[in-house]
């Protein structure tokens, strides 16, 4: 079980562009949730997906939106990055939206020059 | 407001010495607190939640709902415990609410 993977690893990008990360869960997990951690900071939650729907969202504008696939990965997309924006993105999945525990990816780095 | 404090960055003890690490937290609603620990090189993993009520690799954690906190307490430090600790309060009904981090706490411990 290669458990929860993300992809890629790092991203360098300038500012006004859009970038996509993408996720696949752990085995046998059909909720993923995205959150953002700036250096130095805990994660923050912007949001999580289940059964291909936004379930819950964090204080994160709309130019960050997702996606979820039938076979249960997702999507996060950026739009118009900012400098702000550079984070690591932790993907994270769990069963049935039950967020008692939690599977973490190692993350995307991305900066954003 | 939801928030979640550790008030220490970093926390220094030598092997074998008591440790506690912070957490206090703010949450109108019925608490759920959990801590989840990131070693080096590797991801970051649930460690221990206050609901269950277990001790994992020696540690311990309470919650004091008039304190509105939930310490993590081991009383003989390892070097293998060195890693950053971060508390986490689940917020909303049922098991579905969000997590809430706190800023983490880089336990660093000496030989």
């Known amino acids: 079980d290669a458990g929860v993977t993300q992809s890629p690893t790092h991203l360098i990008k300038t500012r006004g562009q859009q970038v996509t990360l993408r996720c696949s869960p752990k085995?046998?997990?059909?909720?993923v949730s995205w959150y953002q951690q700036a250096l130095g900071q805990g994660p923050q939650f912007i949001f999580q997906y289940y059964e291909e729907e936004e379930r819950q969202r964090g204080n994160f504008p709309d130019r960050f939106s997702g996606h979820q696939f039938p076979n249960y990965s997702s999507e996060l997309n950026v739009n118009a990055l900012l400098l702000g924006d550079s984070a690591l993105y932790l993907c994270a999945s769990s069963l049935k939206l039950a967020n008692e525990k939690l599977f973490f990816g190692s993350g995307t780095q991305l900066s954003v020059l | 407001a939801q928030r979640v404090t550790q008030p220490e960055k970093l926390l220094s003890v030598f092997k074998g010495a008591p440790v506690e690490l912070k957490c206090n937290y703010s949450?109108?609603?019925?608490?759920?607190l959990f801590w989840y620990v990131q070693y080096s090189r590797q991801r970051l993993q649930l460690l221990l939640r206050h609901i269950s009520r277990e001790s994992i690799k020696g540690f311990t954690a309470d919650l004091n709902k008039g304190e509105t906190s939930f310490h993590l307490k081991k009383p003989f430090a390892q070097e293998e415990d060195s890693a950053m600790y971060y508390c986490?309060?689940?917020?909303?009904?049922?098991?579905?609410?969000?997590?809430?981090f706190g800023q983490g706490t880089t336990l660093q411990v000496k030989p």
């Open positions: 085995s046998g997990h059909d909720t």
């Open positions: 949450y109108s609603g019925s608490p759920e």
């Open positions: 986490a309060l689940r917020t909303g009904s049922g098991n579905t609410g969000k997590l809430i």
